[in-house]
């Protein structure tokens, strides 16, 4: 088949048509929150703040920073409430306003499912998939946050879980029998892995604040930033040690050190807020140091060859399988939970048992937790084969198989430096003599 991939005119009417949409959507349902209106002076003497130093502002732009550059394009702070006890209403508008720290994670969800896709598709997709999958991502996250009450800081669930098997699935529907055409331009080159290396790093330092981000003020925020460290180191030390074990020669793979140093990070998310223990978050980092390398090595073409999943970059082993490690770990960390550990205030304050969930305990937490995490499976996983099937319309622009991974198909690329001499006579390379 031949695929046309001029965009001229479908890239700029999609672009320009979510645009409007998003302004439309920004104009009638978000509004500033009280802390950054004019009427926090008034709210100032109302609650008893003595300096605008303690606005909002200064607790959580350090943390709402790092977690994720990109456009605040998620909607789900748009996404409904329950207008009633028991019910869920499924229509916009609550006057909630929308948090732009759940808008970047909802961005890094997108992040995460594009790591399947990339490079065998055209800009349009993606954007149509991206309009989908934040959508999606407001539903699961509303179910388990609002509706299941699950403890979920750093995302394990909503954003690692959902968006690994939700770009798993989008690309197992768009499997490519004949990617093998295109094949060698997938793989790295030395100043790629150093420029990727960049973004390792500034991962790593801040994932702690992306983890703690949106925790409460105090211990659960303070907690969540140690755990996500302790795990995160742990996990380095592992991958360094098994990628070094598992080449002949004992090198490391660029590959593994870019990807499985953070997988750590993903799996601490869920139970990043708990009463972890620091030695609990070093186990978490060293199970997913292991569990991340082996899957580079052996998983990812496993998947390939026998499942038809073209995982490009690898988000099954840093998101995926870290994701639900976290959600597994969240909920055993729950059901373990007791006054003891926390204290009976303590207690009943972070998990709400002191709110409607006055008949619930930390068995009946842990339930539920692991409840969120078939939830967002499903709802990855169904919501990914419908996508994935208006994605394979012929009509989006998608390149063919051997022009995957070809950035000049989309790009306008410089052209190749030509040589300083304007005639043959004029090189200095001499042609040799008889």
């Known amino acids: 088949m031949i695929w046309?991939?001029?965009?001229?005119?479908?890239?700029?009417?999609?672009?320009?048509?979510?645009q409007v949409a998003l302004v439309v959507l920004f104009g009638v349902f978000v509004r500033y929150d009280l802390d950054a209106d004019p009427h926090w002076i008034g709210r100032q003497g109302d609650e008893n703040t003595t300096s605008d130093m303690e606005n909002e502002f200064y607790y959580r732009y350090p943390t709402c920073t790092p977690p994720a550059p990109g456009l605040p394009c998620g909607v789900q702070g748009l996404?409904?409430?329950?207008?009633?006890?028991?019910?869920?209403?499924?229509?916009?508008?609550?006057?909630?306003?929308?948090?732009?720290?759940?808008?970047d994670f909802c961005v890094g969800s997108v992040c995460v499912a594009f790591g399947a896709v990339?490079?065998?598709?055209?800009?349009?997709?993606?954007?149509?998939?991206?309009?989908?999958?934040?959508?999606?991502?407001?539903?699961?996250?509303?179910?388990?946050?609002?509706?299941l009450e699950v403890k979920d800081a750093g995302g394990s669930m909503t954003i690692h879980t959902f968006g690994?098997?939700?770009?798993?699935?989008?690309?197992?529907?768009?499997?490519?029998?004949?990617?093998?055409?295109?094949?060698e331009r997938q793989s790295s080159v030395y100043h790629s892995d150093l420029f990727a290396m960049i973004g390792t790093l500034f991962l790593w330092m801040y994932w702690p604040s992306f983890n703690s981000a949106v925790s409460k003020h105090g211990d659960a925020q303070h907690r969540a930033a140690i755990n996500t460290y302790c795990s995160l180191a742990a996990c380095v030390l592992t991958s360094v040690a098994l990628s070094s074990a598992l080449h002949k020669k004992g090198k490391l793979d660029m590959v593994h050190i870019q990807n499985a140093t953070l997988a750590g990070g993903v799996a601490v998310g869920t139970a990043a807020e708990m009463m972890l223990m620091p030695y609990g978050s070093l186990i978490v980092g060293f199970i997913c140091g292991i569990v991340s390398t082996l899957g580079f090595v052996y998983l990812t073409p496993f998947l390939e060859s026998r499942l038809r999943i073209q995982d490009t970059c690898g988000i099954h082993n840093l998101h995926g399988l870290p994701g639900i490690i976290g959600a597994i770990v969240g909920a055993v960390t729950a059901s373990c939970a007791s006054a003891k550990v926390y204290g009976i205030k303590g207690l009943a304050n972070f998990f709400g048992f002191d709110g409607f969930k006055t008949s619930w305990d930390s068995s009946m937490q842990g339930k539920f937790q692991a409840a969120g995490l078939f939830v967002s499976l499903a709802i990855a996983l169904v919501g990914g084969i419908i996508v994935g099937v208006i994605l394979k319309l012929p009509f989006w622009g998608q390149p063919a198989d051997e022009n995957c991974f070809e950035d000049s198909v989309y790009w306008e690329m410089p052209e190749e430096p030509k040589s300083t001499a304007l005639h043959p006579e004029d090189s200095t390379l001499k042609p040799a003599e008889p």
Do not use: D
């Open 118 to 147: 990339l490079g065998k598709v055209s800009p349009v997709q993606l954007l149509i998939m991206t309009l989908f999958q934040v959508t999606l991502f407001s539903v699961n996250e509303f179910i388990l946050l609002s509706l």
């Open 164 to 183: 690994a098997y939700f770009g798993l699935t989008v690309t197992w529907i768009l499997y490519r029998p004949s990617l093998h055409q295109s094949k």
């Open 79 to 103: 996404l409904p409430q329950p207008l009633a006890k028991g019910a869920v209403a499924v229509a916009w508008a609550t006057g909630r306003p929308l948090g732009l720290i759940n808008a």
């Open 4 to 18: 046309n991939t001029n965009l001229r005119w479908r890239l700029p009417v999609t672009c320009l048509l979510l």
